[in-house]
């Protein structure tokens, strides 16, 4: 599915430094929920005392706190959204994840270190995941985002970005089959087109290409996980190598919904 659940296997944690806390910074939605972020930490030179290969993994995610249904049904959302997963908490999944992820590091970074000595190198794996919430969300809901950087080796490490919708009363994500009408994509699909033609100066696609080299590798899309629903207008998000090459980074258009009015799901959106 997507990069945030590469990983999964059985393991155990053996790290120098192992944290999990719950931050003081606290979000309060409009109404419903309460987010609180959860840090979870873990670090490991592959041997201790000496200059070594090592990896460091942190997450950052805000998650609702509290036990009421709407809260539950909150985080239920985000581990099925970002990691697939439903019928383990959210907390679970981000140990299971971070547990994952440094038995594997740690099995690849020992495959390349000389452990009787001779040419050895000190690079380290770095994985980091952090989550916000657009403060211009709109109103009743939470427009959720993941950001994933990491660094394992080779000439650049990776950013990518993950977003969900999630009704702050019911906790329940607005899926892009919610919001937009079916017969309506190719409409909302050109109006992203527009939106990035004119955030770059350019009068068509062709233009857009050859002036930016965005949508080379591919066409604009709309599905689950890319597009945030803000205060006036809907943002779409492309990760590098998407539609277009790395050096153009992450790729986002914004679209109002008054050019989006007969593309929406009647009241698709929580009423102001």
């Given at each position: ?125 770095t994985y980091e995941i952090q ?102 207008s809907v943002e779409f998000l ?35």
């Amino acid at each position: 599915m997507m990069a945030l659940m590469i990983l999964f296997v059985s393991c155990t944690g053996n790290q120098t430094s192992n944290t999990t806390s719950s931050d003081s910074l606290t979000i309060e939605a409009q109404q419903g929920v309460v987010l609180d972020t959860i840090t979870h930490h873990l670090h490991k030179e592959i041997v201790e005392g000496r200059e070594t290969p090592s990896y460091d993994i942190l997450f950052r995610v805000l998650a609702a706190k509290g036990d009421d249904e709407a809260s539950r049904q909150f985080n239920s959302s985000l581990t099925k959204a970002f990691w697939g997963r439903d019928d383990i908490p959210l907390d679970s999944v981000i140990h299971t994840q971070a547990d994952s992820l440094s038995r594997a590091f740690e099995s690849e970074l020992k495959e390349f270190y000389d452990f009787t000595g001779g040419d050895n190198f000190s690079s380290q794996y770095t994985y980091e995941i952090q989550s916000s919430v657009a403060e211009d969300s709109y109103p009743g809901l939470s427009a959720y985002r993941m950001a994933l950087s990491s660094y394992l080796g080779g000439a650049h490490g990776s950013y990518e970005e993950y977003c969900v919708n999630v009704n702050n009363l019911t906790g329940r994500a607005i899926h892009y089959s919610d919001f937009f009408r079916d017969e309506s994509l190719p409409q909302v699909k050109k109006l992203i087109q527009e939106s990035l033609m004119q955030k770059n100066g350019c009068t068509s696609m062709d233009q857009l290409v050859e002036k930016t080299s965005i949508c080379a590798l591919g066409e604009v899309y709309v599905r689950d996980n890319n597009f945030l629903l803000l205060a006036d207008s809907v943002e779409f998000l492309y990760n590098p190598y998407e539609i277009a090459p790395w050096a153009c980074g992450l790729v986002t258009a914004r679209v109002a919904y008054s050019d989006l009015t007969s593309c929406i799901v009647p009241d698709a959106l929580p009423q102001k």
